[in-house]
């Protein structure tokens, strides 16, 4: 029988460092929401950077420090950590941010406390570091291991992943029926377009989505969007819109729009022949979501928007972000891998050389991009395929609870 381990209280806290960008709190923040959603576990945010949550949660205010949001508590994390921390059941470290010597000490005391007391003391919490996504196989026999802390105190690597013994994927438990749902009916992408602004799209135009980090490619993709979607059934060119934040896709296209990017606002469009390249504001998650489940193709990038792209069950190219040495290389064969199984092996070709030529910077781009598009029907269909086998069975929220409740 197990024995009963006491807590101070059941709550759960996830601490995340703002790296740059907005994948390490995109990861964390949409987790924390889901672990509250789905299992109830009240979590404790401790973020470093609010300003920059705030790009994702434009309600957040960047000045207080405690506020609740879909019922996380999210904590302003200053250094030296000001607000008291009393620990739960679990500490969750994102992506080996270096935790607050205050929390250290405290777990530390506890733990101490607990190994004197022979186990009847109140507990440390339970401590992973949550890790990025990668498809690499290493994965597998790296994910749940243990590390022995000079305290004597274990933490665990989690690491996410696509196969069974990894540590899944963010995937929350009605995402697809809400999809589906939204896709069923072209009207809630018009909807959606009409609401961030966007004007003179027709349900029948190519829309694009780009979130990448800068990169020439983009340029050269956009000069050929230019000339359109052209089919050859009606012989009729249709317009493409891309669909672009400001940052770094648009930094890219600074020479192409022949205009500095300081004074482009969002709201704005820019029409060269059929393509037009509408700039977005940033929005929260679920219309980021809505907004990739509503184009023909997404560019997506890192690790959150990368996978929310899979969960839209719409082609994308990946623009994964870089590494030192070019690992990042390493990483996106990894996933082309195990991505074009089921791919046929001229597409799988072509879906692997676009994205390849994407993250080289590749002058290629178009050459591919063009094989590739004349196969957007399979595409799509793989695309809906993948998310399903992808999740296989279990999403990252429901493994970690298990993994918890067992390490
Ligand atoms: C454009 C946009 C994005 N988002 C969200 C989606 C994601 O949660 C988040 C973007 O995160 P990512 O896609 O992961 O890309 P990113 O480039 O911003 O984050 C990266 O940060 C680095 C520090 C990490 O090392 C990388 O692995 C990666 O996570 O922003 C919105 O909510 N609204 C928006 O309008």
Request: proline letters at 4%; glycine letters at 4%.
């Amino acid at each position: 029988m197990n024995k009963q381990v006491n807590y101070n209280t059941p709550h759960w806290d996830v601490f995340c460092a703002v790296v740059d960008n907005y994948g390490d709190i995109g990861v964390t923040w949409r987790l924390a929401k889901q672990l509250h959603a789905e299992y109830g576990i009240t979590i404790n945010l401790w973020v470093d950077d609010l300003k920059s949550f705030s790009h994702i949660l434009p309600k957040l205010d960047p000045f207080a420090s405690i506020q609740c949001f879909y019922g996380v508590n999210i904590y302003q994390w200053n250094q030296p950590l000001d607000i008291n921390f009393i620990p739960g059941e679990l500490l969750i470290e994102g992506f080996a941010c270096e935790l607050p010597s205050q929390v250290i000490e405290v777990i530390e005391s506890q733990h101490q406390a607990y190994k004197q007391s022979n186990g009847h003391a109140i507990a440390p919490p339970k401590w992973i570091n949550l890790e990025y996504l990668s498809a690499e196989d290493w994965v597998n026999s790296c994910h749940g291991l243990p590390s022995m802390q000079p305290s004597g105190i274990k933490k665990h690597f989690y690491f996410p992943g696509f196969t069974r013994e990894s540590g899944g994927l963010i995937c929350e438990s009605s995402l697809f029926d809400e999809r589906d749902q939204w896709q069923s009916d072209v009207s809630n992408k018009m909807a959606l377009f009409s609401q961030l602004n966007l004007k003179g799209i027709e349900s029948s135009d190519t829309v694009i989505s780009v979130f990448s980090y800068e990169s020439t490619a983009l340029t050269q993709l956009c000069k050929h969007w230019t000339k359109g979607t052209f089919d050859q059934t009606s012989d009729v060119i249709t317009p493409i819109h891309a669909l672009i934040p400001k940052g770094k896709s648009l930094s890219s296209l600074a020479s192409f729009l022949d205009i500095p990017i300081d004074s482009i606002n969002s709201g704005q469009s820019f029409t060269v022949d059929h393509l037009t390249i509408h700039v977005l504001p940033m929005t929260d998650q679920t219309q980021f979501d809505r907004l990739l489940w509503s184009c023909d193709f997404n560019i997506v990038r890192g690790e959150d928007s990368f996978l929310r792209a899979q969960w839209a069950a719409k082609p994308f190219i990946w623009h994964i972000y870089p590494q030192e040495d070019d690992y990042h290389l390493v990483k996106l064969q990894a996933f082309v891998n195990i991505y074009i199984q089921k791919l046929d092996d001229d597409i799988a070709t072509n879906w692997s050389k676009t994205n390849f030529a994407f993250n080289q910077q590749g002058a290629d781009v178009v050459k591919h991009w063009q094989k590739l598009i004349s196969a957007q029907l399979p595409l799509l269909q793989h695309a809906k395929q993948w998310a399903i086998d992808a999740k296989t069975g279990a999403d990252l929220a429901s493994r970690l609870v298990q993994f918890v409740k067992t390490s």
